[in-house]
Nanobody, 124 residues
Framework: QVQLVESGGGLVQAGGSLRLSCAAS????????IAWSRQAPGKQRELVAA???????NYADSVKGRFTISRDNAKNTVYLQMNSLKPEDTAVYYC??????????????????WGQGTQVTVSS
């Protein structure tokens, strides 16, 4: 089973940018979809962005126009470029595989309980 490891989080001021990376231990070319999700203190985990193996993308309304998800199959890595960050983007960000239906929002995403995640903190 391919393992996914997140990196790239940090502390940034509102309006700033960060790029998160999700590095896989093996090939991602056959994974149906990979998603970034986040969980803020006291809140439920939510899907932020997802990309299918065919390059279709889906974004939460709260990040549309600010975040961009991409995948580099040659590097077995999925990225999340986050621009115009807001304090409400503060959370632990996770990446994990999903089915295509979950990624595109036609099925409820099921997030694993494990995963280190990467902390993103946006100061006002």
């Amino acid at each position: 089973q391919v393992q996914l490891v997140e990196s790239g989080g940090g502390l940034v001021q509102a309006g700033g940018s960060l790029r998160l990376s999700c590095a896989a231990s093996g090939s991602i070319s056959s994974i149906s979809a990979i998603a970034w999700s986040r969980q803020a203190p006291g809140k439920q985990r939510e899907l932020v962005a997802a990309i299918t193996m065919y390059g279709r993308t889906n974004y939460a309304d709260s990040v549309k126009g600010r975040f961009t998800i991409s995948r580099d199959n040659a590097k077995n890595t999925v990225y999340l470029q986050m621009n115009s960050l807001k304090p409400e983007d503060t959370a632990v960000y996770y990446c994990n595989s999903l089915t295509a239906a979950q990624a595109m929002g036609t099925a409820r995403p099921i997030f694993p309980s494990w995963g280190q995640g990467t902390q993103v903190t946006v100061s006002s």
